[in-house]
Nanobody, 123 residues
Framework: VQLQASGGGLVQAGGSLRLSCAASGRTFGSYGMGWFRQAPRKEREFVASISRSGDTTDYADSVQGRFTIPRDNAKNTVYLQTHSLKPEDTAVYYC?????????????????WGQGTLVTVSS
């Protein structure tokens, strides 16, 4: 499985971006997916997760109400729709495929990782 993240860029505070993560292989619809982020000099942190069917989602408190994580199994793609971006959202964002069918917050619950896409929010 290969994951290709895209959609990052420079945006002003209050703006929006939609990140995409396209997956190769035929297992995409069988597993949960997640987004994590890592800011400079900080550890990687959980952002959002979605179950394989899309009926269950989970969000970090810091993004609840501002980000959503839809997925399109027909297109082998998961998205991270971001709104009301803040400078503290600046980070490299990574998508990952879970070992399970549900949601997960812990990085070691994920098997495959994308290369990351940089989001920079200016104040």
């Amino acid at each position: 499985v290969q994951l290709q993240a895209s959609g990052g860029g420079l945006v002003q505070a209050g703006g929006s971006l939609r990140l995409s993560c396209a997956a190769s292989g035929r297992t995409f619809g069988s597993y949960g997916m997640g987004w994590f982020r890592q800011a400079p000099r900080k550890e990687r942190e959980f952002v959002a997760s979605i179950s394989r069917s899309g009926d269950t989602t989970d969000y970090a408190d810091s993004v609840q109400g501002r980000f959503t994580i839809p997925r399109d199994n027909a297109k082998n793609t998961v998205y991270l729709q971001t709104h009301s971006l803040k400078p503290e959202d600046t980070a490299v964002y990574y998508c990952a495929q879970s070992r399970t069918t549900g949601t997960a917050r812990v990085p070691n619950q994920y098997t495959y990782w994308g290369q990351g896409t940089l989001v920079t929010v200016s104040s």
